[in-house]
């Protein structure tokens, strides 16, 4: 039986000593061949990390239905105010980390990144409470569709009509961001 953890352990010793040149040839293909990576001071976001702030907005935007922990008066406001500064500070940081990626990538002059990042970040958090009422109405209105008889089609269609649109709903924050593909026409 020592035999043969003697042999494992020397199996797994000649194989490890192997590894620093197998590492070496990936690190090699990496910085001299046109293979797809990511190699800069500038980290890309994580899926995890993207997965993260998707996962607040669904908190802060339909509290209770998707919070990690179960809301109540006592703790509503805690809770929240824990969530809203930990996407801030996440969004915040993805904004500034893609504006600097993007500086650096075109080498275009400072463009006070951070300041950037957080305006942007705090501005899309302002637009929470207006997107929640918009949901509201939303959510209003395909309720009263179900509830109707079964001329579904004519009954959806006018509940469809009298829905307030996303344009009168929602602020036109994208002008303020300066996201072209946005903007309310």
Known sequence: MSDTC?????????????????????????QNSPCYTHIDSEPIPAEGFVAD???MF????????????????????YSLGQTVSKLYDLLADLITHNIR???LRYNQSCSDCTSQGHSIALAVMDTIPEIRQVLASDVRAASRATRRPKATTRSFS???????????GLPTSCTIWGCPCCRAS
């Open 6 to 30: 003697r042999t494992e352990t020397e199996c797994r010793e000649q194989a490890r000593d192997k590894l620093s040149a197998v590492a070496e040839r990936i690190i090699d293909h990496c």
């Open 53 to 55: 702030i998707i996962d």
């Open 58 to 77: 669904r908190e802060l935007l339909f509290p209770g239905y998707f919070s990690r922990e179960k809301l109540d008066p006592v703790n509503l406001r």
């Open 101 to 103: 990626h993007d500086c």
């Open 158 to 168: 006018a509940t469809r009509e009298s829905m307030p649109s996303a344009s009168t």
